[in-house]
């Protein structure tokens, strides 16, 4: 039964599994709440939620029950990443696809899959360039929703926004380090230009002694190099 408090996508979101693995087609579990709320997406696109998962949507939209779209994956125990540590390179693509921060790891170190925060997407075997990455089932034949519980949806719920927070921040902090630093070029090309012709022609020939003091230097040194050989 829909709550007439919340929105629709709100109220769809809830019964998605939030493992943000995009199967369904869209990148992220809430664009596709969105998209079943708009009409524009059909509500067995689900994998990870499987035939519960749309037995749910189903009820809460009014609608039949229907079988999971192929296209978008099969049913399946929950696997958890497994990473061989010994072939790992420490490229660091594993952790920037995966969406719940969980694997660990630095560039050019050894990674490791945090088993308890893996939701089982794949999104990390692909970008790896050494294959080193595997999918290893974990639920013993459980799957969809037997296999993953509302407060493990809820947590990775937690974990995705709380990542897509700090991606945020680090972008907006490297635009404005980018910002300040391309102002600074600005202002020293003003002052240059501000330069009177008497200073401008005062800069240009300290620069031009600095340039000749170096040039001296290397003809000197090819010198002693030569009386070397």
Same mark, same amino acid.
């Given at each position: 039964?829909r ?11 809830d ?5 943000q ?17 708009e ?10 939620g ?22 978008n ?19 660091t ?11 660990a790891?630095?560039?050019k ?8 925060l ?9 970008p ?12 013993k ?7 993953w519980?509302?407060d493990?949806a809820?947590?990775? !719920? ?7 927070? +700090?991606? &945020?921040?680090? /972008? #907006?902090? %490297? ?10 070029k ?9 330069l ?10 300290? !620069? ?5 003091a170096?040039? +001296?230097? &290397?003809?000197? /040194? #090819?010198a %002693? ?5």
């Open positions: 039964m709550d007439p408090a919340r929105s629709l996508a709100d109220q769809i979101e019964l998605l599994p939030q493992t693995c995009t199967k369904c087609g869209y990148p992220a579990c809430r664009p596709y709440a969105e998209a079943i709320a009409g524009a997406a059909n509500y067995n696109q689900c994998p990870p499987g035939a519960e998962g749309i037995a749910r949507l189903a009820t809460l939209l009014g609608k039949p029950v229907i079988a999971l779209n192929p296209v994956g099969i049913e399946r125990e929950r696997p958890v990443a497994f990473i061989d540590e010994a072939a790992c390179i420490g490229c693509l594993c952790i920037q696809a995966c969406p719940v921060d969980a694997i790891g630095a560039a170190q050894m990674h490791t899959v945090i088993p308890e893996c939701t089982g997407c794949d999104l990390c075997v692909a790896c360039p050494v294959d080193c990455i595997a999918m290893i089932p974990v639920t034949h459980k799957t969809g929703w037997q296999a519980s509302a493990q809820e947590a990775a !719920r937690q974990r995705f926004h709380q990542r897509e927070f +700090r991606l &945020r921040v680090e /972008k #907006e902090e %490297q635009d404005a380090r980018l910002a300040a630093k391309a102002a600074a600005l202002k020293e090309v003003n002052d240059e230009t501000a009177s012709a008497e200073e401008l022609a005062e800069k240009n020939r300290k !620069r031009a002694i600095i340039q000749a170096i040039e +001296r230097a &290397r003809l000197q /040194k #090819e %002693q190099e030569q009386k070397k050989i």
